[in-house]
Nanobody
Framework: VQLQASGGGLVQAGGSLRLSCAAS????????VGWFRQAPGKEREFVAS??????YTYYLDSVKGRFTIFRDKSTVYLQMNSLKPEDTAVYYC?????????????????????RGQGTLVTVSS
């Protein structure tokens, strides 16, 4: 499976964006998917993850209530509302084929074996 992240852009604080992580070359429905972000000068951090059937999700505390991860057959989305300047970062999606979603492992970028390129989100104040 190859991953393609898209949907980034420039938005004012308080605005919304929807990121997409599209899969090709395989059956995406068997994959756990995570979103990560990396701001300039900072470490990459976990944002959200979703189980293969969409029934389980986990979020970074600072995005709970503002971001929603969901999926359809071939794409995983990250709906981002009430954006803040501190959400500015390059956002990446990653995936791993596994039956269940292990919360602790899914927070770790290195745990995933499929990784997409990033999409830049810039939130202006």
């Amino acid at each position: 499976v190859q991953l393609q992240a898209s949907g980034g852009g420039l938005v004012q604080a308080g605005g919304s964006l929807r990121l997409s992580c599209a899969a090709s070359g395989g059956t995406f429905s068997t994959y756990i998917v995570g979103w990560f972000r990396q701001a300039p000068g900072k470490e990459r951090e976990f944002v959200a993850s979703i189980s293969k059937n969409g029934g389980y999700t986990y979020y970074l505390d600072s995005v709970k209530g503002r971001f929603t991860i969901f999926r359809d057959k071939s794409t995983v989305y990250l709906q981002m509302n009430s954006l803040k300047p501190e959400d500015t970062a390059v956002y990446y999606c990653a995936a791993r084929s596994l039956f269940a979603l292990p919360q602790a492992s899914s927070l770790n970028w290195d745990w995933y074996d499929r990784r997409g390129q990033g999409t830049l989100v810039t939130v202006s104040s």
